[in-house]
């Protein structure tokens, strides 16, 4: 035997669900942020120009964000900036390379700087960029200068093979 439903049930419509947009809205902005902060931290930090083709190497380790030096065959910059225009330039006597080791002062100064405001350390570190037909001497001009301008635990950035 069947219950008679009650005149309080019976005169009951039926409710439409809607969705609360903000809500959504808010969820969908988290969503994109996180996304976009997991792609910052992750992309790539080492952007070689078309005059520069890095060795190839066995090495998996992903460089860290310092301060790059780069040595292409014609030039040499420093976080982008042209600091040698022309390689040929460098003097084959001076194992000193002078425009590039102004630059890194200025940068060690500010690193030191920072240390004293902030209390960032300083790392001494500095990822060098070389490309893979350049004679020898220059590289190794280039990470002598680098270690008497304070940025003695130098890394050299090369393609992953494999």
């Known amino acids: 035997m069947a219950f008679r439903p009650s005149k309080s049930k019976k005169n009951l419509q039926k409710e439409q669900g809607e969705l609360n947009m903000k809500s959504m809205m808010d969820m969908m902005t988290i969503i994109l942020l996180f996304l976009l902060k997991s792609f910052s931290t992750e992309g790539a930090l080492v952007t070689p120009s078309e005059e520069l083709r890095l060795p190839v190497s066995m090495q998996i380790e992903k460089p860290k964000k310092e301060i790059n030096v780069?040595?292409?065959?014609?030039?040499?910059?420093?976080?982008?900036?042209?600091?040698?225009?022309?390689v040929s330039d460098i003097p084959k006597d001076?194992?000193?390379?002078?425009?590039?080791?102004?630059?890194?002062?200025?940068?060690?100064?500010?690193?030191?700087?920072?240390?004293?405001?902030?209390?960032?350390?300083?790392?001494?570190?500095?990822?060098?960029?070389?490309?893979e037909a350049i004679p020898f001497e220059i590289l190794f001009k280039v990470m002598f200068t680098?270690?008497?301008?304070?940025?003695?635990?130098?890394?050299l950035v090369t393609i992953s093979k494999g």
């Open 70 to 86: 780069s040595v292409s065959k014609s030039m040499i910059l420093v976080n982008d900036q042209v600091v040698v225009p022309s």
């Open 146 to 155: 680098c270690s008497k301008t304070d940025f003695y635990k130098m890394r």
């Open 94 to 131: 001076m194992m000193l390379i002078t425009p590039l080791a102004s630059k890194l002062a200025e940068f060690a100064n500010q690193e030191r700087q920072l240390e004293i405001d902030v209390g960032k350390e300083f790392t001494h570190q500095i990822n060098i960029q070389g490309d």
